[in-house]
C-alpha cells in the first residue's frame, strides 16, 4: 500500500507544480487517479474544501477533497470481512467474496484472477494474484458491479425467430422533443431515438411546398421538418447502435403525387438497406430479426399482395394510383367494443361458443359498414413488404382473418382498454413510461428487440395477466448498504434526504412497491 501511496503523491505533486488549481482541474486529476465522480458533487465538495473562496485550492485542500470522495467506510468494512490481514485479499478470499456477497454462480479462481489484473493498481501486488483495499474498491465502483447484469450487455437471444416473436423498442411522434401541440419538430428525437436503440418510428407526413413532403404533428402548430431531411438523418443513425432492422411507420397524409416523392427519396436515400422486395428465404412468412440485419423497413397501407408486388418489380410506377377501402373510426370503435366482450367470452366458455364467436364475427364482415376511401400511389405501397398497415379491430377477426406481413397500430386509449395499462412511447416525455421502456430495452444488448416468453410465443395459450397461478413464488431480498454522490436537499443545505423506491411491474399479483425512510434500511419482499 506504501507503493501505491507514493504514486498518488507524486501525480497529485506534478498538478500543483504551478501553484493552486481550480475545479475544472481537481476533475481531471480526480480522473486520472481513476476516481469516478459526478462533476456536481465535485464542485460541492471543491467550495467546501476552498477555505480562501478564491475558486482555486492548494494541494493539501485535494487531499482533503480526494480522502472525502475515495473514502468509504462501509467498503472497507466488506473487505476487512475477507482479508485476513486487513490489508491484502488473496486469491481464494476474492473467491469467497464473489460467491457470498455477489452470488456468482459461475466462479472460479480464473475469472478472480481476471479481476485483480484489470482492477488492481499496485504492480507488485498484481503480480502476487493479490488485491489491495484499493483494487477492491475499484472493482466495486465499476460497471461490472452494477445490477444489470454484464452478460445482457450483449446481444444473447435466439435472433432467428419471426419477427412478431419479439417485443421491438418502438416511438410515438419520434420527431417531436417537447409539447405535442405547439412545440418544435426536431432531427433530434429521431436521432436520440436510435442512440437509444429504438427499431420502430414514427413519420407523419403531409403534403409541404415545392412538391416536398414535410413532417409535422397535423393540425397543430408544430413546426415542419422537410421528409427528405428527416431520411437523412435516419439513414446515417440507424445502426449505430443495434445492426436490427428498422421499421419506419408512415402516417402518411400526403396525396398521391407527393407520395411518390416519398417513395423516390426512400430508394435514393436508403438504397440498399430499403428492404424493396421479398427475401427469397421468406415469401410466405416473416422473416427473423437475424434475416433483416441493417435493413430498413416500411410500414404503410398496401395495394394487392406480396406476389403482385414482386411481378411489378422494375416497371414504371409513376402516375399509378389505386383505391385504399377501410372501415371509419366510429364504425370500428363499435365493432371493437362488441369483439372485445366476444374475446373475454372465448376465454371463459367452451370450444362450442367460441366457433358461435367466430361466425358472429365472419358474419359482421358481410353487413354494411361506413368506409372511407383512399388513394394510394403504387410506387410508395409497393415498398411496403412484411409490414402493411391494418386497422385493428379485434383480436378475434386478427386471429381469423390477418395475414403474416400485416400489422396494427393500436390507439393509446384502446390500448389500456385491451390491457388494463397505461401505454406511452413519447421518447421525449421522461418519466415511469419511459423508465420501464429504457429499463426493459437495456437487454439483449439494447438491440430494441427482446424475445417473448414461451407462452406468449405459442398461438395455443391460453395465458390470463389477471388469473393467478399455482406455483412456487420467490422472494426477494435486497439490502441497500449506502449511496454515494447523492443530490443534495437544496442549494444551502448539506444534507442529502434521498429515499430509495424499489418497485415491480409485472403482471397484477406480481406487482409490489416498497421505499425506505431518509435513513436507509433493509427491505424484504416475497
Known sequence: MEIRKQNIHSEIQDEFRGGKINVEKTQKLLEKLDVQCNTIHVKHIFKDNDRLKQGRITIEEFRAIYRTIVHRQEIIEIFNAYSENRKILLENNLVQFLTQEQYAVEMSR???????????????????????????????????????????????????????????????NTY????????????????????????????????????????????????KLLFKTVIQAINKYAFMTSDYPVVLSLENHCSPSQQEVLADHLQTIFGESLLADILDDYPDKLPSPE??????????????????????KGSDKRGKVEEWEEPDDEEEEDEFKDSTASDNFSLKDNQDKETEVKKAISSKLFKKKKTRKLKIALALSDLVIYTKAEKFRS??????????NENNSIGESRARKLSKLKVALNFQTAGLPMDLQ?????????????????????????????????????????????????????????????????????????????QTRAQIHQCFWK
Open 110 to 172: 480464473t475469472i478472480a484472477i481476471e479481476i485483480i489484473q484489470k482492477y488492481e493498481p499496485i504492480d507488485e501486488v498484481r503480480r502476487e494474484r493479490q488485491m489491495s483495499f484499493e483494487g477492491f474498491a475499484r472493482y466495486m465502483d465499476s460497471p461490472e458491479c452494477l445490477l444489470f447484469k454484464h452478460e445482457c450487455k450483449r446481444v444473447y437471444q435466439d435472433m432467428t425467430h419471426p419477427l412478431n416473436d419479439y417485443f421491438i423498442s418502438s416511438s410515438h
Open 176 to 223: 417531436l422533443i417537447s409539447d405535442q401541440l405547439v412545440g418544435p419538430s426536431d432531427i433530434w428525437g429521431y436521432v436520440s431515438a436510435l442512440v437509444k436503440g429504438c427499431r420502430c418510428l414514427e413519420i407523419d407526413c403531409w403534403d409541404g411546398a415545392q412538391n416536398e413532403p414535410v413532417v409535422y404533428h397535423g393540425y397543430t402548430l408544430t413546426s
Open 395 to 404: 383480436f378475434q377477426h386478427s386471429r381469423l382473418y390477418q395475414q403474416f
Open 438 to 514: 429504457n429499463g426493459k430495452f437495456l437487454d439483449n444488448g439494447a438491440s430494441g428487440y427482446i424475445l417473448k416468453p414461451q407462452f406468449l410465443r405459442d398461438a395455443q395459450s391460453n395465458f390470463n395477466p389477471n388469473i393467478i397461478r399455482d406455483g412456487n413464488p420467490t422472494t426477494l431480498t435486497i439490502r441497500l448498504i449506502s449511496g454515494i454522490q447523492l443530490p443534495l436537499n437544496s442549494a444551502s443545505s448539506n444534507k442529502a434526504d434521498t429515499s430509495v423506491i424499489i418497485e415491480v411491474f409485472g403482471v397484477p399479483n406480481d406487482q409490489t412497491k416498497q
Open 291 to 312: 434475416a433483416l440485419k441493417f435493413k430498413i423497413l416500411v410500414k404503410n397501407k398496401k395495394i394487392g399482395t406480396l406476389k403482385e408486388t414482386h411481378e411489378r
